[in-house]
């Protein structure tokens, strides 16, 4: 059974910095890929960024490029989410996602989730 467990939210000043966590359990993960999405209030869900785990081979939102790094730690079995600059549009509870094969931009096309965490970015 696949589980995504987020970590490292919080309450951040704008141009402030996170790093968001996502362990990962229950399978290999070698041929997977690993997303980030957002969801604002009233807003649909957003995709943000993405790895590819076996290649490392990243995607970003255009939102994001620039002040995001998304990484992996394979003896960890998680996946980082760096989060600089931050600003309060960046407001969102933030999930992590896995999908088998390749990196996509489509929540739909993501088979696990894990439950989120929160990101609350104050100007």
């Known amino acids: 059974q696949v589980q995504l467990v987020e970590s490292g939210g919080g309450l951040v000043q704008a141009g402030g910095s996170l790093r968001l966590s996502c362990a990962a359990s229950g399978r290999t993960f070698s041929n997977y890929a690993m997303g980030w999405f957002r969801q604002a209030p009233g807003k649909e869900r957003e995709f943000v960024a993405a790895?590819?785990?076996?290649?490392?081979?990243?995607r970003y939102a255009d939102s994001v490029k620039g002040r995001y790094a998304i990484s992996r730690d394979n003896a960890k079995s998680t996946v980082y989410l760096q989060m600089n600059s931050l600003k309060p549009e960046d407001t969102a509870v933030y999930y992590c996602a896995a999908r088998k094969y390749v990196v996509a931009d489509d929540s739909r096309a993501y088979d696990y989730w894990g439950q989120g965490t929160q990101v609350a970015v104050s100007s």
């Open positions: 790895i590819m785990w076996s290649t490392s081979s990243t």
